[in-house]
């Protein structure tokens, strides 16, 4: 009995996929039941490429070939160049300070922490671990130290950690 219940639902399923399929197939698409085939009445334009182009100008676009941009970028690549002064020209480099303030229950993490936030050391973590590599990480003592980006990496570690 079971399997003729699954038959004859499967067949009412065949039979309505069937109609559907038979309408979507035979639709003429007019425009009057809502779906439109506008393809068959407009006619086709053909633009040539300078008309494209300048439609395009008019509209506030800037046209140019592969060649023209590729010479518009090595030029400007070329200009910043120039442009730029050498590294020992430039002017004095900017210093930032910082007073490390140091409480009790404080460790090195969130020493690295404080130094990454002011672009002393560029990662917190890779701080903490090398301290811990370092085996200086119960040399962390309450204060108050200043350190400055001008400073180097271990010149750095030395003033914190004494």
Known sequence: MRINLLSSFAAGILISTTICGAVYLTDKGDASNGSAKTSEHQPTVTVSEKEMKNKLVTKGYIVQTKAEYDKNMKDAKASVEKQAPPEENKAAKTVTKLMVNVSEGMTSIDVGRMLEAAGIVPNAFNFSQDIEQKGIEN????????????????????????
């Open 139 to 162: 040399k962390l003592r309450p204060g108050v130290f200043q350190v400055d980006s001008e400073m180097s990496y271990d010149q750095v570690v030395s003033a914190i950690f004494k």
